[in-house]
């Protein structure tokens, strides 16, 4: 079986590192100019080499995301940082706008150009033009259903890689061509400083009673008329694989290093759980469905891949049963050395997160790294402390605890 590319999001270093161990075959990320992402963490010059030269020694790729739509003014700046980018090693660049990308095939020809989904590619005629021109691969928009992804896939050229959306956040607009922030607040959504107004929440006034609200849609969080459902394809892999999608893309540059390790470890288990026989996939699978609610995500569902979404909006604030509470700094003959991102007690149960899956054990004790002083409970983000660990652990790897503000809510 071709096994599709694991595509990740790398918002920044602690991201990209994520990604890499827990199994991503690519990433992409962006400069503090030119991506879609104004408020991720993103990668200065210097931070982009050290990325690139880690990726690499992977054998991973890195894409660098340059579709924000730029004013002419921008043009030769956007090049200029095109052309330094291909120079340090990148491995292609994401563009939306037409011009940008026919100015950058003509003047930065070494760099492979793939066409954004901002670039709402919906048909054969439309990614063959992109294709002559020398694009290289096609994000398709996603509106789009897998029925009409697979029929596409059969008028291209097999040389053009299709790349699709399986997991995360989705706009209520046109694959992203959002007004509404420039409205409200001033911020473009198109320049990459988008608010998310989307996500607030609206309720109906009557122009002649001034002060009375009423909501339009409510649960007990309240109304969220235009908020997106978030995206998981997890068990549908069979059908994305033979639609002909050759690019497996998580969302998600805003997004934390723990949930980038959680969402990537699920997927890169069910892709190689399918290598082996649709039957071990499916085996797997609840198991992994289960893993993606262990990270922050809005209520699911599978966006345009088998029709118009139900349903498309109210999707409220959101979920995590269990939170990131430390990440592993080394271990040794089962003890390891952690740094503390959020509190944990004496006695807990607690997961460990690696590349091979999640295994729960119990805390027994807890001591700080810099004291030797026991403790029966840390909570200082930061904090170094050594524990029991009966797993074998490595760097990069995560612990994490329930969710206790998701236990109140929900009374799990």
């Not at 921008?74 to 026919?102: I, K, Q």
């Not at 002060?211 to 997106?228: F, N, Q």
């Not at 029991?388 to 790897?397: C, T």
Request: hydrophobic share 45%; aromatic share 10%; charged share 20%.
């Amino acid at each position: 079986m071709n096994l599709p590319e694991l595509l990740a999001p790398a918002g920044g270093m602690p991201q990209l590192k994520a990604a890499l161990r827990f199994g991503a075959d690519a990433v992409y990320g962006a400069l503090p100019a030119f991506g879609l992402r104004a408020f991720a963490g993103n990668f200065t010059w210097e931070a982009l080499e050290e990325a690139l030269a880690l990726t690499h020694s992977r054998g991973k790729k890195f894409y660098l995301t340059l579709n924000i739509l730029p004013y002419q003014d921008e043009m030769e700046a956007l090049r200029d940082t095109a052309y330094c980018a291909c120079e340090m090693g990148v491995d292609a660049a994401l563009v939306s706008d037409l011009g940008a990308f026919l100015m950058l095939r003509r003047e930065v020809p070494k760099l492979p150009l793939h066409i954004s989904t901002q670039a709402n590619t919906l048909n054969a005629e439309a990614a063959r033009f992109y294709f002559d021109q020398g694009a290289e691969r096609i994000v398709l928009a996603r509106e789009l259903s897998l029925a009409r992804i697979g029929a596409l896939r059969k008028l291209l050229p097999d040389a053009l890689e299709l790349e699709a959306f399986v997991h995360g956040a989705m706009c209520m607009s046109y694959s992203g061509r959002c007004m509404l922030s420039d409205h409200l607040t001033g911020r473009g959504g198109n320049r990459g400083a988008c608010a998310q107004p989307c996500r607030w929440e609206y309720v109906l006034a009557e122009k002649k009673r001034p002060g009375e609200y009423w909501p339009i849609e409510e649960d007990a969080r309240g109304t969220y008329l235009l908020s997106a459902y978030d995206l998981n394809m997890l068990s549908h892999l069979p059908e994305l694989t033979d639609a002909g999608i050759s690019s497996l893309k998580i969302e998600g540059r805003m997004k934390t290093e723990y949930y980038v390790a959680t969402v990537v470890c699920a997927y890169r288990r069910a892709i190689d759980a399918l290598a082996q026989g649709e039957a071990a996939y499916r085996a797997l699978l609840p198991t992994l469905e289960a893993e993606l609610t262990k990270a922050s995500h809005r209520a699911f569902n599978t966006g345009f891949y088998f029709g118009a979404p139900t349903p498309m909006a109210g999707a409220a604030g959101f979920e995590q049963e269990m939170e990131y509470v430390a990440r592993v700094e080394s271990w040794r003959e089962g003890l390891a050395v952690l740094s503390i991102k959020n509190r944990f007690y004496v006695g807990d149960t607690l997961e460990l997160l690696c590349p091979a899956g999640s295994f729960p054990f119990r805390v027994d004790a807890i001591t700080l790294a810099d004291t030797g002083e026991a403790r029966n409970t840390v909570s200082v983000a930061g904090q170094r402390v050594i524990i029991p660990l009966p797993h074998p652990a490595a760097e990069g790897d995560f612990l994490r605890g329930p969710n206790r503000n998701h236990r109140e809510k929900t009374g799990a």
